[in-house]
């Protein structure tokens, strides 16, 4: 009975949102008008742009793909990045609350960094340099997004590296045509709080878009790493966004900053002042010496600029210039337990990168039958080996009747950095085949090149062909077949970080995916939109850490170096199913995924992948007062799952 009424209570406390928005542009003369509109955008009509580099239907184009609205992301209470990803199939999450707020992937390609799905801004890939990866967390907030699209399957045809297992096209509120201010201000738990703010003003044919937002939180408490643990804290994290734009022109500038406490992303046990836990080595995991027991201070920077013009009514030229910093600042350390010595240390670390790149893109479209998308893509990334670190200095203090020995700051002097080039050709190539059944053909590749300086070759070639087929059943029945590859490029983390018994390896090989995938959409009446999806995934060259190399440490001839090498496989096999269903004022959606994923190790065993679910399932229904009101329902039901040979939890039990 307890266990139903704590159900209760978690599908209550956490399902149920009402939202109100206030807004200075909108009018109750325009709830109907915006009633009747939504069925559009939630029945796979609404257009989007990321699956071929054209605007077309949802449901009829060359890829799985769902669109999350900005009108969505209101009526559901989505406050930040997984939020979304929670009522999507296909995805799984595991909460880290710490260096990532949750780890997530798409179509059972887990990795336990954010580095197998390519994020995008506004067109301009969202990163940590150093592993490929998105810290995402409070920094990255919805409210000035207008809508998101996510692709399913290999996307490295269009996209190059790391638009492995799919990708998430996020785009923002920069080309609306009202002037307003917008602010939203909110409360939770673990004194939770934020302030959001939009500034939208139109002069002319220039639109000016700035967005800002803060967060801060003292985060979850688990209490099983320490009665005192206040290691998932968030705070002072912001965002910072302008855009302004005309018709042709669109420039752009972010900053994301969030200063976090490790959390529980590293399985090392923890460590009280009491000095009783644990007997071997451990994170410092309560607040010590006037401070929290780490800082993980993530900053990204971005600029941009895009120019799209018509040359003619069959030639379209677009073209984008951009420069990406993002780093580890130098302010961020975590306090380490060294049994030999009986002390703590203060461990401080940063790193810093950038990327500087630009891509020019023609669009022919001689007439309805064909039509053709091609450009060049020139990058060139300074990326800094590994996160920058400083050893003991000597300095014993003691604070709290503790000895710690203080380790010296990172400067900017101690950066050892690597510079890159890649260079990239890509086209897409549509064509209707005038089969009995309307079908329409694609045929996509991208060839990169990618070289360190100073070196003959990094990975050096990667060629990523696609093949879609869309045929149109009936007017309203859709089938796709698709087939695509990918690649994830070795990180400059991947090939240079070392311990006292990991040696770098800087010849590894991209990992690689291949996919083949069939779905069916069918619209049910003008209210139900239904889609169910079949796809195999099969993984290679995966990068797999810690592999004994058989080379003996000098002066410790008992134990060998141990290297990150290319030594893995892994197969998924999955089917999604989704429903929505719009009614005047209200809609329905349920998704159910099942996915089944194993990985072979160099040694030839075979596991499960881990954090994988076989079965997910949720549901929600979104009612309507007007434009301004709406209350969300949902429930999520996560089926059994393993975790990593790392963890103390072999498998983590269904949950809802």
């Known amino acids: 009975m307890k266990k139903r009424l704590h159900s209760l209570f978690h599908f209550l406390y956490v399902g149920v949102i009402c939202c109100i928005s206030l807004s200075a542009f909108a009018s109750t003369d325009e709830d109907l008008t915006f009633l009747m509109s939504l069925s559009l955008e939630q029945l796979g009509d609404v257009e989007i742009e990321s699956a071929s580099f054209r605007s077309e239907k949802q449901s009829e184009a060359p890829a799985t793909a769902i669109v999350i609205t900005e009108q969505q992301i209101k009526d559901r209470g989505y406050e930040f990045f997984e939020d979304l990803l929670r009522d999507i199939p296909g995805f799984d999450l595991v909460q880290v609350n710490g260096t990532y707020r949750s780890v997530f992937s798409q179509r ?4 336990g960094e954010n580095n197998r799905s390519l994020i995008l801004i506004d067109g301009i890939v969202e990163s940590n340099m150093l592993e490929g990866s998105l810290l995402h967390g409070g920094q ?21 590296a790391n638009a ?3 990708i998430i096209s996020i785009t923002t509120n920069h080309d609306s045509q009202e002037d307003y201010i917008d602010y939203h201000y909110g409360q939770g738990t673990f004194s939770s709080r934020y302030h959001k703010l939009q500034i939208n003003k139109k002069i002319s044919d220039v639109k000016v878009h700035i967005s800002a937002h803060t967060y801060d939180t003292d985060g979850v408490t688990f209490e099983n790493r320490g009665e005192n643990y206040s290691n998932s804290y968030v705070h002072n994290a912001y965002s910072l966004e302008a855009r302004v734009s005309t018709n042709a022109w669109l420039w752009g500038y972010s900053r994301y900053n969030r200063p976090s406490g490790l959390g529980t992303f590293s399985n ?6 009491t000095g009783t836990e644990p007997p071997g080595p451990g994170l410092l995991q309560s607040d010590f010496n006037n401070e929290k027991p780490s800082l993980w201070h993530m900053v990204s920077e971005t600029a941009f600029v895009k120019y799209k013009q018509k040359i003619s009514d069959r030639l379209t030229f677009s073209s984008k210039l951009f420069t990406r910093k993002s780093s580890i600042a130098l302010d961020s350390y975590s306090y380490n337990y060294i049994p030999s010595t009986a002390q703590l240390e203060r461990n401080s670390f940063g790193h810093e990168s950038d990327t500087t790149g630009a891509e020019i893109r023609l669009d022919y479209t001689p007439n309805g039958d064909w039509d053709f998308v091609g450009g060049v893509q020139w990058e060139r990334s300074d990326i800094e080996r590994g996160y920058r670190t400083k050893f003991a200095d000597g300095t014993d203090i003691t604070s709290d009747g503790v000895r710690f020995n203080r380790i010296s700051q990172v400067s900017r002097e101690d950066r050892i950095s690597d510079v890159y080039k890649n260079i990239a050709l890509f086209g897409q190539f549509r064509k209707h085949l005038k089969f009995s059944i309307p ?3 694609l045929l996509g590749a991208r060839y990169d090149y990618n070289n360190q300086y100073g070196r003959d070759f990094n990975y050096g070639e990667t060629f990523n062909p696609r093949l879609g087929l869309v045929s149109e059943l009936s007017p309203s029945t859709t089938m796709k077949f698709l087939y695509g590859t990918a690649y994830r490029a070795p990180t400059s983390f991947d090939r240079f970080t070392t311990t006292e018994v990991r040696r770098a390896n800087p010849d590894l090989s991209p990992e690689r995916l291949t996919t083949v995938e069939m779905g069916v959409n069918h619209r049910w009446s003008d209210n139900i939109y239904i889609e169910a999806n079949i796809y195999r995934n099969n ?4 990068i797999i850490s810690n592999v004994d190399t058989g080379i003996p440490i000098p002066n410790n001839t008992a134990v060998n170096f141990s290297e990150n090498q290319n030594a893995g496989e892994g197969h998924s096999t999955g089917a999604e199913f989704r429903l929505n269903a719009v009614f005047n004022n209200f809609d329905i959606f349920m998704n159910g995924t099942w996915q089944r994923a194993s990985q072979d190790n160099q040694y030839g065993t075979t596991n499960a992948w881990p954090n994988i679910a076989e079965f997910k399932a949720n549901g929600g229904v979104t ?3 007007n434009q301004d009101v709406s209350l969300y329902i949902v429930e999520n039901w996560v089926g059994k799952r393993s975790t990593s040979l790392t963890s103390p939890l072999s498998e983590v039990d269904a949950y809802a």
């Open 539 to 542: 993984i290679s060259n995966t």
């Open 108 to 111: 059972g390609t887990f990795s």
């Open 164 to 166: 492995f297992g799919g």
């Open 623 to 625: 009612w309507r007062y």
């Open 140 to 160: 990255y907030s919805l409210h000035n997004v207008k809508k998101v699209e996510i692709i399913y399957g290999p996307a490295s045809a269009l996209y190059g």
């Open 268 to 273: 090392v046990s923890g460590f009280e002042q």
């Open 439 to 441: 079908t329409r053909l």
